[in-house]
């Protein structure tokens, strides 16, 4: 969906998804969900003593977190442990196709055209690599929640690709848009969000004056080791504007994804051809020094103050993380909330440091074709609160 051209399949394909993925609805159905998966996180690292002193790559922990929270929405299923054979399958292939799709070692064809005939050994890599996903999500995700459509047990607790599955026989779409949805589900939702929740924490733990500052709020509005839930979200302001200074500063998909514009169009001086490949630099928006006070600083309070009224949602076209109109992020419905549970009660659980003798840690960004995330996944030192 996130590359079809606007249109009637587009439209089809938007309905399609959104209502098992994208609403209000599902996020009340998950929250719990998300809430247990981020408990377990906690629990995980208080019993492991290493994270306390020496430290710990957070980084994979969270990243079984995120493939539960969204593998619980697609398919009723979570993986048990960063050791399961068939997460550590799905996590290679995954991972393979970001390198292949983002890295500029490998696709450098769409930025020298010329070179593009010299590309086939990658574009067979690529195919052999979107067989093997595909096939690897038909055979232990679809076919697996296919074999229990209209069973009792699919009716009591329904989940995404049962509508979706029900949408293709009623024959609105076939088998190969049924794994292209679960395919554009593994690349748009889980990494982007992972890499958004590791920048936040890693700016938290170079400011430890900003993670006092909420823990503080966190305390203080909930209690002392009151877990927060995510309808607590909107009663803290501080959490939320550290989230939107985290996406502002770091922002996953810099580029957004590419748009077209079907016609010819005029933007100020500039001539546009029709279907014309138009990347917006949504990073330069929300940090350009001339829109922005000190944009180069993490200052969570801008947005409780001279920016309060700008939103992730795009409302403020200097501030677009999940871009703005009808080609928006749906995500950002399930994004928001999962970021803000999973910081929250990290900070509430844990003072998050720096590892033994550093002073912060490395925020070196690695660029992709598309995507900003952080080079180095660090190790943190979760020392577990007192409360």
């Known amino acids: 969906m996130v590359f079809t051209i606007y249109g009637d399949h587009w439209r089809k394909m938007r309905r399609i998804m959104t209502v098992p993925f994208f609403t209000n609805k599902v996020v009340q159905q998950y929250r719990f969900g998300w809430e247990d998966e981020t408990k377990r996180v906690v629990e995980d690292l208080k019993a492991n003593p290493k994270a306390a002193t020496e430290g710990t790559v957070l980084r994979r922990r969270l990243q079984l977190m995120m493939y539960n929270n969204l593998y619980r929405i697609m398919f009723d299923r979570r993986f048990e442990s960063e050791d399961d054979p068939l997460f550590l399958k799905l996590k290679a292939l995954n991972g393979e196709r970001s390198k292949l799709a983002q890295s500029f070692d490998y696709n450098y064809g769409d930025f020298i055209p010329i070179l593009r005939p010299f590309l086939k050994g990658y574009l067979k890599k690529c195919q052999e690599l979107k067989d093997n996903r595909i096939k690897l999500f038909k055979d232990y995700f679809v076919d697996e929640r296919r074999k229990l459509l209209g069973s009792p047990k699919s009716e009591q607790q329904k989940c995404a690709i049962d509508h979706i599955l029900e949408a293709e026989k009623k024959g609105e779409i076939n088998e190969d848009n049924v794994l292209y949805i679960v395919e554009n589900i593994n690349v748009a939702a889980i990494e982007t969000t992972l890499w958004s929740v590791e920048w936040g924490v890693a ?18 509005v909930l209690g002392p080791g009151v877990q927060m839930t995510e309808p607590d979200t909107a009663k803290l302001p501080y959490l939320q504007a550290v989230i939107k200074e985290t996406l502002r500063l770091r922002m996953a998909i810099p580029l957004l994804v590419p748009h077209m514009n079907l016609h010819d169009a005029k933007l100020g001086s500039y001539d546009i051809p029709a279907e014309s490949k138009i990347l917006v630099n949504a990073w330069f ?16 309070e801008r947005f409780m103050e001279e920016e309060s009224k700008v939103e992730a949602s795009g409302n403020d076209f200097r501030y677009l993380p999940f871009g703005t109109g009808r080609r928006s992020c749906p995500g950002i419905i399930i994004a928001l909330p999962i970021l803000g549970i999973t910081l929250g009660r990290l900070v509430q659980n844990f003072d998050l ?7 912060k840690i490395d925020t070196t960004e690695k660029a992709g074709q598309f995507s900003m995330h952080i080079m180095k996944h660090s190790t943190v030192v979760c020392k577990p609160r007192k409360v």
């Open 203 to 220: 700016e938290l733990v170079n400011h430890p004056e900003i993670q006092k500052k909420l823990r503080h709020e966190l305390d203080t």
């Open 285 to 300: 928006l929300a940090n350009n020094p001339e829109k922005w006070k000190n944009p180069e600083e993490f200052r969570p």
């Open 353 to 359: 440091l720096p590892p033994p003798g550093e002073n």
